[in-house]
C-alpha cells in the first residue's frame, strides 16, 4: 500500500512538473508573438501620413504617395536614398499661403564620420514644401550642425589633447502664422512669400 501511495505521488509530481514547462512555454511564445507585434507597428507609424498622403522609403526612394480611393495614384520623390537612410522626426503637415493649401514636410539624418584622430557627429534638418495639384516641390531649406571632436598635438611634442569645434550651414526654418517662411542665419534673416502664379516662394 505505501509502495502504491510512493508511486502514485512520483506520478502526480511528473504531471505537475510537466504542466509547469507546458504553461511556461506557452506564456513565453505568448509573449514573444506580441513583443513583434508591438515592434512592426512601430516601424509602420514611424513614417507619417496626412489626408491623401503617406511618407515612405521603398526601393531607394524617400518619397510621398499619394492615394485616391485607397490606391496608389501618384508620388513625389523627395530624393534617392540608400539602405541605410533612416529619418528622424518626420513630420508632414499642411497649411495656407496666399489662399492654397501646401505640404510641409520636414526630418532629421544624423551620421558619423571617425577617423584615428576626429569624429564628425552631423545632424542636418530639411524643410520642403510642395504644392500637391501640380506635384512640385515649390521650396526647401536645410540646417547643419557638425559637432567636431579632434585629438591635436602640442608643440611637436608626444603630448596631446583633445578639441571640440561646432560648424553651422544652412539657416534655421520658421513656418510663420500666414504661410510665409523666415530663414534665420547667424547674421542674417529673410522672409519668403508664397507666389502662386509662379509656385515658387519669393524674397519679401
Not at 516601424?43 to 526601393?59: G, I
Not at 584615428?116 to 542636418?124: A, R, Y
Not at 517662411?181 to 512669400?193: A, E, S
Amino acid at each position: 500500500m505505501a509502495n502504491c501511495l510512493i508511486e502514485l505521488l512520483l506520478v502526480m509530481k511528473k504531471i505537475f512538473l510537466f504542466l509547469c514547462v507546458g504553461l511556461l512555454t506557452v506564456n513565453g511564445f505568448g509573449q514573444k508573438k506580441k513583443a513583434g507585434a508591438k515592434k512592426t507597428a512601430t516601424t509602420v507609424a514611424a513614417l507619417p501620413k496626412l489626408d491623401n498622403l503617406q511618407v515612405e522609403v521603398k526601393n531607394g526612394k524617400f518619397q510621398i504617395i499619394v492615394s485616391e480611393k485607397g490606391k496608389t495614384n501618384d508620388m513625389l520623390v523627395v530624393k534617392d536614398v540608400d539602405a541605410g537612410f533612416a529619418p528622424k522626426d518626420c513630420k508632414l503637415s499642411s497649411f495656407i499661403a496666399s489662399g492654397v493649401k501646401l505640404y510641409l514636410l520636414t526630418w532629421t539624418e544624423l551620421s558619423v564620420t571617425k577617423s584615428t584622430n576626429k569624429t564628425e557627429e552631423k545632424t542636418t534638418i530639411y524643410s520642403v514644401i510642395y504644392e500637391l495639384t501640380s506635384k512640385k516641390q515649390v521650396y526647401s531649406n536645410y540646417q547643419l550642425t557638425n559637432h567636431i571632436t579632434e585629438v591635436v598635438s602640442l608643440g611637436g611634442t608626444a603630448a596631446t589633447e583633445t578639441q571640440e569645434k561646432m560648424r553651422r550651414e544652412g539657416f534655421e526654418f520658421i513656418l510663420n502664422p500666414d504661410g510665409s517662411v523666415t530663414q534665420k542665419g547667424k547674421n542674417q534673416q529673410m522672409t519668403f512669400v508664397y507666389d502662386k502664379d509662379k509656385m515658387e516662394f519669393k524674397k519679401k
